[in-house]
């Protein structure tokens, strides 16, 4: 590909002042494309289209909305392949990771055209005589998502998606690691039938288009997933801002996963295998403290380590990769840093752990697993996104839930037993937006929220019927009959 790819603002796709190489983290010597690096002034030019797109598309029938989400969910599952390469290519998934994450976007958008007819409101009788009550949601306006490389096409999709279907009006900056993907998806969703100006895809650096969206009084409402850093510079900016700006936050996680002495062990090794390593570990969701107890500990650490000995990290694309490189060479410096943190710190280093040469040039790292970590090295406390697994001897279940608490983040948290008493403590006592039970931490459905607590998550859920929570707000009508 020589020329660069296009942004897509009112309806048209436009050049960039400025462009730049994807690179391909499989084989640094394979450039993806050439994609736009927007400026400021694309930006505006993208909210200002959206601002006034918005009046005729939030009063458009339930009907016309579905027919549109439900043309880009056949268009996504129709070139799941060709997306999911895609993904795979420029973000470093393995090709069935890829793939499958395509197929969920495509779901998700099905999900939401049926959601444009779902939409309902409450009537209910007054306090006083001859007055009635009406509650019924409208669309929040022009909202900005800023989404992350990790997720290329679901997150994008998850945001995108509920946002067209309750009326709003889109201007969407794709992480500028993935664009590729992210292009893909504009693509489709250009080709939908949209009015002009409904959906915007402005591509670039977050310091420049990310900026744009949280000043620009024009945008109404912030939907970023990201890092807590950004996170919190995202919601500052947002209400700094006039006027005030609705912001959903989706931010870090430092995710537990319990194994009790009565867990089968089978399972509680593919769990932690799958939740901390899987997709690289670059997941919010991933299984980063292993805290076991001291009945199944030196079995579970063993097995684990065995079971890291037969996965293959190679080339994302390759037939037979388990596990692909990480992203790029920021994030692999990242990895290894607190590879030496952890040793420095006293941990166990049991296997992996270094970076690895491949037939291609790329991002490759053995999978790292730590024991005899404490929860209050850093190495159990700051997110790595990457494939450092650590695990925390804990004496029993109680000792065990409390060390899964403790800590800033509250995404996800799992558990492995036999024991129903166990199980359902848990539950109730996991300090965690989203709990699992004798399933990896990382991996949830679709139709349901998304979200955690503390530290991870900021504003209303993500996902499902919840989500209008967000794309959405309520007006109280009252009429004197």
């Not at 391909?24 to 002034?41: C, I």
């Not at 890829?98 to 969920?104: A, K, N």
């Not at 890291?308 to 992203?327: C, E, N, S, Y």
Request: net charge neutral.
């Amino acid at each position: 590909m020589t020329d660069a790819a296009l942004n897509f603002i009112a309806g048209e796709w436009v050049a960039a002042g400025d462009a730049a190489p994807d690179i391909n983290p499989s084989n640094t010597n394979d450039v993806v494309g050439l994609y736009p690096r927007a400026s400021a002034a694309d930006a505006e030019r993208a909210i200002a289209a959206a601002r006034a797109a918005f009046p005729g598309w939030s009063r458009s029938t339930p009907q016309e909305r579905y027919e549109i989400l439900k043309r880009i969910s056949d268009e996504i599952l129709a070139r799941k392949d060709e997306i999911g390469r895609m993904l795979s290519r420029e973000e470093g998934k393995t090709l069935p990771e890829g793939v499958g994450e395509t197929v969920r976007a495509g779901q998700i958008f099905a999900f939401f055209a049926g959601e444009c007819l779902r939409l309902s409101g409450e009537i209910v009788p007054s306090v006083r005589p001859g007055v009635g009550v009406e509650m019924t949601r409208e669309a929040v306006g022009v909202v900005g998502l800023i989404t992350p490389w990790n997720f290329p096409v679901a997150i994008p999709a998850w945001k995108i998606a509920p946002a067209l279907a309750y009326g709003n009006c889109v201007v969407f900056k794709p992480a500028d690691l993935v664009p590729g993907t992210a292009h893909l998806l504009g693509e489709i969703i250009a080709k939908a039938g949209l009015p002009a100006g409904v959906f915007n895809m402005v591509m670039g650096r977050g310091s420049v288009v990310g900026e744009s969206l949280l000043r620009a009084p024009g945008i109404d409402a912030i939907s970023f997933t990201g890092s807590v850093s950004t996170g919190r510079r995202v919601a500052a900016a947002a209400v700094e801002a006039s006027p005030m700006k609705k912001i959903q936050l989706e931010m870090g996680g430092k995710n537990p996963l319990v194994v009790l002495d009565d867990a089968d062990l089978k399972i509680a090794v593919e769990c932690a295998v799958n939740g901390a390593f899987f997709s690289t570990g670059q997941r919010c969701t991933a299984s980063s403290r292993l805290i076991v107890t001291e009945g199944i500990h030196d079995r579970f650490v063993e097995a684990v380590a065995e079971r890291l000995k037969g996965l293959v990290v190679d080339d994302a694309l390759k037939a037979g990769t388990h596990i692909g490189p990480v992203v790029d060479q920021s994030q692999l410096d990242q990895n290894l840093k607190y590879v030496a943190i952890a040793k420095d710190e006293g941990a166990r280093l049991v296997i992996g752990g270094d970076r690895l040469n491949r037939e291609t040039p790329g991002f490759y790292m053995a999978p790292a697993l730590f024991a005899d970590v404490d929860n209050r090295m850093r190495v159990a406390r700051e997110e790595i996104f990457g494939p450092v697994g650590v695990v925390i001897r804990a004496k029993g279940y109680d000792e065990a839930l409390a060390i899964a608490n403790d800590t800033e983040f509250g995404l996800s948290s799992g558990i492995c037993t036999t024991s129903l008493k166990h199980a359902q403590h848990f539950k109730r006592n996991a300090e965690a937006g989203m709990v699992m039970v004798n399933l990896p931490t990382a991996g949830v459905d679709y139709h349901v929220p998304f979200g955690g607590r503390k530290g991870s998550s900021y504003g209303p859920r993500e996902q499902g019927a919840y989500a209008k929570e967000f794309y959405t707000t309520v007006k109280t009508s009252y009429t004197l009959a």
